[in-house]
């Protein structure tokens, strides 16, 4: 489903490149189907689940800055109806194999650790990807559906297919936001044999007032609803902002609980994300033991980890219409899922 229109003006679409990328895209597709016949699931898939503003983009920032990932870039998200064309523009426009007397630099710029709404900057920085992801998925009034609906609906296997051929024209494995299928991950799981599913976890305060801000900064507002439509979008939508977002924080959680549940230890794993800026490398080694488990890497094509000692603390609070306690009264009020185990949270790190 659309999002509403009434963005603000710095967030607004641009209506003639909106034009012009479907035209592109539409032209397209013949070619980028020529690529499908390599399409054999070799590596690892890594699907980022979870609320928005949980941390979920700097982690994306991160894993994409390791060198261990393929990833959707704001370049190859150009290509979203043709990624595979997409992905061999990109190879030749900034991979070093195919730098001819560096005739093209202008591709290459490094990832940072900043970021608006999830949006990034740089033809190589991570993109989220969602125009892809709803090629394939036949939401309408919610970005959910019950779980044979969803089945006899979607084109999960060409989601299947073209995300297999997209891992092995990178030849690496392919990390990916996935919050759009917060609610269907089993369905999402049944499409591989090597996946793995990374929760982010954070504060669910501090993620209530980084989604309220959100709301503000998109819309002017706090009051209209921001990011997907789950399936609880029908009694959350016309609460008080506060009651509303701890519902929705609370919802995805849960949903992303349980359909992580029943999945094994090598295709799991649950990222603290105040821990997780503290202790970086320790999530990367988390990160890679497990693809190696599950054969979607062989040891010997892990890079050392070179990145981030931690990250910075900022987590305060700055609302001006509610508090913290009030955020914490009714997060905990409405609340209908058990605490899950997590590693301790040493410190905060907002984003």
């Not at 981030?308 to 997060?331: G, K, P």
Request: net charge negative; proline share 5%; glycine share 4%.
């Amino acid at each position: 489903m659309a999002e509403p229109e009434n963005r603000t003006e710095k967030y607004a679409r641009i209506s003639s490149l909106e034009a012009l990328l479907k035209d592109l895209n539409t032209n397209l597709v013949s070619a980028n189907e020529n690529y499908l016949a390599g399409s054999e699931e070799r590596l690892s898939k890594i699907f980022l689940m979870g609320p928005h503003r949980s941390g979920s983009t700097l982690f994306m920032q991160w894993l994409a800055s390791s060198g261990l990932v393929a990833y959707p870039t704001n370049l190859l998200s150009r290509f979203f109806g043709a990624p595979l064309v997409g992905a061999k523009i990109q190879q030749l426009l900034t991979d070093p194999r195919y730098n001819f007397r560096n005739e093209i630099l202008d591709f290459n710029s490094d990832i940072n650790f900043s970021s608006d709404n999830g949006k990034t900057k740089g033809a190589l920085a991570p993109n989220e990807f969602w125009y892809f992801w709803r090629r394939f998925l036949p939401f309408d009034e919610l970005d959910y559906l019950p779980s044979q609906q969803l089945l006899e609906k979607a084109d999960l296997a060409g989601f299947r297919d073209e995300l297999n051929a997209l891992a092995n024209i990178f030849e690496k494995p392919f990390a990916m936001k996935g919050m759009i299928m917060n609610q269907n991950i089993p369905e999402l799981a049944q499409q591989f044999s090597k996946p793995l599913f990374i929760w982010i976890h954070r504060d669910p305060v501090f993620n209530i007032q980084s989604a309220l801000e959100a709301r503000k900064r998109q819309y002017g507002d706090i009051n209209t609803w921001y990011s997907f439509k789950i399936k609880e979008y029908p009694e959350l939508k016309n609460l008080d902002p506060l009651e509303s977002v701890a519902g929705q924080i609370a919802a995805i959680n849960r949903s992303v609980e349980q359909g992580i549940a029943e999945l094994p230890e090598h295709k799991k794993l649950v990222v603290q994300y105040e821990d997780f800026c503290q202790h970086p490398e320790h999530y990367y080694n988390e990160i890679t033991r497990r693809l190696v488990e599950q054969g979607g890497i062989s040891e010997d094509k892990i890079p050392a980890y070179t990145g981030e000692a931690s990250f910075s603390n900022t987590n305060h609070w700055r609302l001006e219409e509610y508090t913290q306690e009030e955020a914490e009264r009714v997060y905990h009020a409405g609340r209908e899922f058990s605490p899950i185990e997590l590693r301790p949270a040493i410190s905060t790190c907002s984003r």
